[in-house]
């Protein structure tokens, strides 16, 4: 007596798949859009430092005129086989000259682009990332080679703090 | 002629492909943004003579040990009171602000310029070019002479014309500028952390962007963020638009200038 009649013998109808297509090529235009590619995989461990005023690099990145430095702890091997525990990687390798290698990283990689392509040395900017535990000796050491080469613009990398109202900073 | 008949394209792998094109996009991209503070490295300069000293009230000295602790000017600042910098930097920056008597002694004191006095700046240079230009007898010392007198003309004339805009938009007749000589100044230890350096720094940007943004907010109704935004990511074209927040941006940056020593460290 049930109002609702199984019809037992047909099938379900099939469900139209015709629009998945376009639902997911505009998921996939979303993340075209709202992401960037990787540059290169982290050689050493940052935890970046939090600041508020932050410059956003994207459009400097866009024009390729910057260059970064990763600074830290190496994530394989041992510290202290580098200079103050802190690994320098370049592009894609650790030098073993640290910081002192800066100077013909930087001319290397301004030589090698074609000259129509390069932008005045004092438009490369140079940016450091590096960990929140990192000695300033060695950053400052980079800046005395970066000034002696007339590649003027520098960058201090650090991550936007949001709503908490804290620096992290290591009390001793 | 009979039509022919197309038969239908089957795109039920269509789903397929762009599942796999939208992975391969999640993997290689990243969503975290690149963000830091830029700043210039000042060049180097050779010479044998010793600067004048620089009177105290125009630094403010920012001093960071290496157990993180602060010493800003005379006081003493603990690593979980560091956000007291910006207002600290804020004083020193508008305390004498639009006062010419009972200034205090210890913070830089304000200039105020006006239209009639670039204007007679301007106009001295330009009769000094002239008379140099005049001269019967000439030797190496007058190309120079000449040449320092145009870069003096070029920054009298910018003057006026900034001064032009500020009296434009504020209607004020004076244009309060701080002395040049003021600036902070920071001094930091060979084993200071990388996060407090920047601490400092997101500090010292946080109080200039303020009243920055204040400034421009009152003169030209957007704030300099906005404006400096819109630079950095449309250098590369040249519209009307551009061109007229650039030199808002480059007004406003007079009021209030960042300049920032940053101190090689010793130890």
Excluded at chain 1, 99 to 119: S, V
Excluded at chain 2, 100 to 113: F, I, Q, S, T
Excluded at chain 2, 133 to 160: F, M, P, R, S, V
């Amino acid at each position: 007596m049930s109002k609702f009649k199984k019809d037992g013998g047909k099938p379900a109808p099939a469900i139209n798949t015709s629009s998945l297509p376009d639902i997911v090529f505009m998921l996939l235009f979303f993340f075209m859009v709202a992401t960037t590619t990787k540059e290169i995989d982290p050689l050493v461990k940052v935890i970046p430092a939090q600041g508020v005023g932050l410059t956003d690099l994207t459009p400097f990145k866009q024009r390729s005129t910057v260059d970064f430095v990763y600074l830290g702890e190496p994530l394989k091997g041992d510290a202290s086989k580098f200079d103050k525990g802190v690994a320098v990687q370049y592009d894609g390798l650790l030098h073993p000259d640290g910081i002192n290698y800066i100077g013909k990283w930087k001319l290397a990689k301004f030589n090698d682009k074609p000259a129509e392509m390069t932008d005045p040395k004092e438009n490369i900017i140079t940016c450091f990332k590096a960990d929140e535990k990192v000695p300033m000796g060695v950053i400052f050491t980079a800046r005395d080679i970066l000034r002696d080469l007339d590649f003027n613009s520098i960058a201090y990398s650090a991550s936007e703090m949001g709503n908490k109202n804290d620096y992290s900073i290591r009390e001793q | 002629m009979a039509k022919r008949v197309v038969p239908e394209i089957n795109a039920g792998s269509m789903a397929d492909i762009a599942f796999l094109l939208l992975i391969f996009f999640l993997v290689t991209t990243t969503m975290d943004k690149d963000t830091a503070y830029l700043r210039k490295i000042p060049k180097k300069v050779e010479s044998e003579i010793t600067p004048p000293p620089v009177e105290e009230k125009n630094i403010y000295k920012i001093v960071i040990n290496s157990k993180q602790v602060i010493q800003a000017r005379d006081s003493i600042i603990k690593p979980e009171d560091i956000s007291t910098l910006n207002s600290r930097i804020k004083h020193f920056y508008t305390i004498n602000r639009g006062k010419k008597a009972d200034r205090e002694l210890n913070y830089p004191y304000y200039a105020y310029g006006t239209k009639e006095l670039y204007s007679t700046n301007l106009q001295n240079q330009q009769n000094r070019l002239d008379a140099l230009e005049n001269q019967e007898q000439t030797d190496g010392n007058t190309e120079k002479l000449i040449e320092q007198t145009l870069a003096a003309i070029e920054k009298w004339q910018e003057k006026l014309d900034m001064m032009n805009l500020y009296t434009e938009f504020s209607g004020k007749k004076e244009m309060p500028e701080i002395a040049f000589e003021a600036h902070v100044r920071l001094e930091s230890f060979v084993d200071t952390d990388y996060s407090a350096y920047v601490a400092v720094q997101s500090e010292v940007q946080r109080a200039v962007t303020e009243l920055r943004d204040e400034e421009a907010e009152s003169l030209f109704g957007t704030t300099w963020t906005t404006m400096n935004r819109y630079i950095i990511q449309n250098e590369l074209e040249d519209t009307p638009e551009l061109r007229q927040y650039k030199k808002h941006t480059e007004l406003i940056e007079t009021l209030y200038p960042l300049r920032l020593i940053e101190v090689k460290p010793k130890r």
